[in-house]
């Protein structure tokens, strides 16, 4: 079994809809002000843009972990 982990970053844009930033393989140590403060950095200097405008405030972050099971399936000739 595998683990897959991620680092979902999630801001509110102009237009009021939410944006996600999604990291693969992120360093599990990053604290939440360590985080915090890099996606004040992104919203500050416009580093993203979006088609749904700018990103203008935080909405939270999350660490996601999915197992994976692979399935030894034979191919239907």
Do not use: C, H, W
């Not at 360093?27 to 915090?36: E, K, M």
């Not at 999915?66 to 191919?75: D, F």
Request: proline share 3%.
């Amino acid at each position: 079994m595998e683990t897959d982990s991620r680092l979902d970053l999630l801001f509110k844009t102009s237009l009021g809809k939410t944006y996600r930033l999604s990291i693969d393989n992120p360093d599990q140590s990053l604290t939440a002000s360590i985080i915090q403060n890099a996606m004040s950095v992104i919203i500050s200097n416009n580093i993203i843009t979006t088609k749904y405008g700018n990103l203008t405030e935080i909405k939270g972050a999350r660490f996601v972990n999915t197992s994976v099971s692979e399935l030894a399936v034979v191919p239907v000739v």
